[in-house]
């Protein structure tokens, strides 16, 4: 830097404070106390229907449930065998929707503020089922997955409703990482609790394939490296089998049922099948589609994984605009499209059926061949999730305490 | 525990009724809100995503304020961690609102120039370089509040200001 030049820390400090000065915000006051109200009513209105819902519980078992916590009786617990047929509107509180791996159910979880809870969107028939709650208690970073066969919720468990000083969002102490398995069929959860490895995250389930289920753990800024797991769901008895790889880094924002990593140097990626067949390792430099500085770039390009597609998104710098680059990994790397110009990447996602894959971006979701020839497009609302099943794509949006709304767009 | 009654105020042993509890947490939000979208739209680059990791933030602390002492350094906290937890989960838990989407932030070229090269930092030494310069924290308070050792701030204090001073020489 020449002596004339400003600075970078008090050109720094006035930028931040420009921003901060020019950043507006929208009062949400009346949002927020709508939120609270619900959290204080919801003791009450619940109390009548648990009465009356112990009762039948005492008069049918002959079983006492007894309960923990402030929060009163809200939900039955695990006790309720059997689904229940609901409508999207009747979901309810803060949920994730998840990744349909090779079927048609949609797994979408309650977590955090409000006691968990499942319910199973089947993209055929159009419809929401309730399932059995997973546990008696909350969840939080609540991940799913579900295949026509099961669903698999990870999160931290939490028998009653605690909040930590510190950081004001985990269970505390008596938090416990689960994973929560339930098998369709027969209509019931088990459930394996996960040991706490050190600095990593709660474990997060990435694809299921076949009867197996691989966990993540994502990487933490103590703990970079991406670690893996396997489930047999089939198994009488729960049991978490660690994988046995390199050091990885995992695309972010990775779409079951495929997984991706790469060594540290990225350049190879091992790839999971959703058909189940072996998992295979691509050398990402051949071609010359990628190379060893990929994941020492200043930005790291995000990286998407769906199937077998890889998207690379690299943002912009000062002279280069944003650009991302769909590649699908077969025998060999082979590009299939590249677009340029992207203004915001920030909520670029990718999803990928049988034979089709769509990108949603700037408003837009566009869904095309594996060739890249474009098949259909369809305005992305704010928010809106693409979710790739098999009957086809499946826009989900979370309307807060309105339900979740899902359209299915039909591809042509 | 006593229920609400017709009151619908449910009063738990140790804990202020929730009447109480909701006051304080409007209060705080008066008091904190601005400010909070202003330090996560820094961390996050993005305003729609810190409107939301705010909305989120109050909604966590409304059960933490009782025997909090300083529920503004509480939720600052919070904030932070969400920020962090925002970017480390994205697109894991996705979590929407039905809402309008935030008004652009409308900046000077010579700031939004800069903001850009701001925004396009990794993520945690985007985080280092707001709560250094922007809040002031000392180094060691950076590390403390992110959770990573001391020489890695520094580290990512000399990186990111190197990249912006490309930057602005440009």
């Known amino acids: 830097m020449s002596a004339d030049a400003p600075d970078p820390t008090d050109h720094l400090r006035r930028t931040l404070a420009a921003v901060a000065a020019a950043t507006p915000a929208t009062d949400r006051r009346d949002e927020l106390e709508a939120a609270v109200d619900a959290q204080g009513g919801r003791r009450v209105r619940w109390l009548l229907p648990a009465v009356a819902a112990l009762v039948v519980a005492v008069l049918a078992t002959a079983f006492v449930v007894t309960r923990g916590g402030d929060e009163g009786a809200e939900q039955t617990g695990p006790a309720d065998e059997g689904t229940e047929a609901t409508t999207p509107e009747e979901i309810s509180g803060l949920v994730v929707v998840g990744d349909a791996v090779g079927g048609d159910l949609v797994p979408i979880v309650r977590y955090r503020e409000r006691k968990a809870a499942v319910w199973l969107y089947d993209a055929a028939e159009d419809r929401v089922e309730a399932l059995p709650p997973p546990i008696d208690g909350w969840l939080v970073d609540a991940t799913t997955v579900a295949s026509d066969d099961w669903v698999v919720v990870t999160g931290e468990t939490c028998p009653h409703r605690l909040v930590d000083a510190d950081t004001g969002f985990v269970c505390g102490p008596e938090g416990v990482d689960a994973v929560l398995v339930y098998d369709v069929a027969a209509g019931r959860w088990s459930r394996l609790d996960v040991p706490r490895q050190g600095e990593a995250s709660t474990p997060t389930v990435m694809s299921i394939v076949g009867a197996t289920a691989t966990l993540t753990y994502l990487p933490t800024w103590r703990s970079p490296a991406v670690a893996f797991a396997t489930v047999d769901l089939a198994a009488d008895e729960l049991a978490l089998a660690p994988r046995d790889v390199e050091p990885a880094t995992e695309c972010r924002r990775a779409q079951s049922p495929a997984l991706w990593f790469t060594r540290p140097d990225a350049t190879l990626a091992h790839v999971e099948a959703a058909d189940g067949t072996e998992g295979r390792t691509v050398d990402l430099t051949a071609g010359g589609l990628l190379g060893p500085d990929l994941w020492r770039a200043d930005p790291v390009p995000d990286c998407l994984s769906a199937r077998d597609l890889l998207l690379l998104a690299r943002h912009p710098t000062p002279t280069t605009p944003s650009t991302f680059t769909v590649y699908r990994l077969q025998d060999r790397p082979v590009e299939v499209l590249t677009v340029e110009g992207t203004a915001d990447l920030t909520g670029l996602q990718l999803v990928a059926g049988p034979d089709w894959f769509a990108t949603a971006e700037d408003g837009l979701v566009v869904v095309r061949d594996l060739d890249g020839t474009v098949r259909t497009e369809v305005p992305h609302e704010e928010h809106e999730e693409p979710i790739a099943t098999e009957t086809g794509l499946v826009l989900a949006r979370v309307r807060g305490p309105a339900g979740v709304a899902f359209r299915v767009i039909p591809l042509p | ?170």
Not at chain 2, 61 to 81: C, K, M, S, W
Not at chain 2, 133 to 160: N, W
Request: proline share 5%; net charge negative.
């Open chain 2, 1 to 170: 525990v006593a229920d609400g009654g017709a009151e619908e105020v449910t009063v738990v042993a140790g804990r202020r009724s929730d009447e109480a509890g909701r006051r304080a947490l409007l209060d705080l939000y008066d008091a904190e809100h601005a400010a909070m979208v202003r330090l996560a739209h820094l961390l996050t680059g993005s305003l729609a995503v810190a409107e939301d990791v705010v909305h989120d933030a109050f909604l966590r602390v409304y059960d933490g304020l009782d025997g909090v002492r300083e529920p503004g350094a509480y939720l600052r906290r919070t904030v932070i961690n969400l920020c962090h937890s925002q970017h480390r989960r994205a697109g894991v838990e996705r979590r929407w609102r039905d809402r309008q989407p935030p008004p652009e932030v409308v900046l000077p070229p010579e700031v939004d120039d800069t903001w850009r090269a701001v925004r396009a930092l990794p993520a945690r030494q985007r985080a280092v370089l707001v709560l250094r310069f922007y809040l002031d924290l000392k180094v060691d308070d950076v590390a403390d509040t992110l959770g990573v050792p001391v020489g890695t701030v520094k580290s990512d204090i000399h990186r990111g200001l190197a990249a912006l001073a490309l930057e602005v020489e440009r």
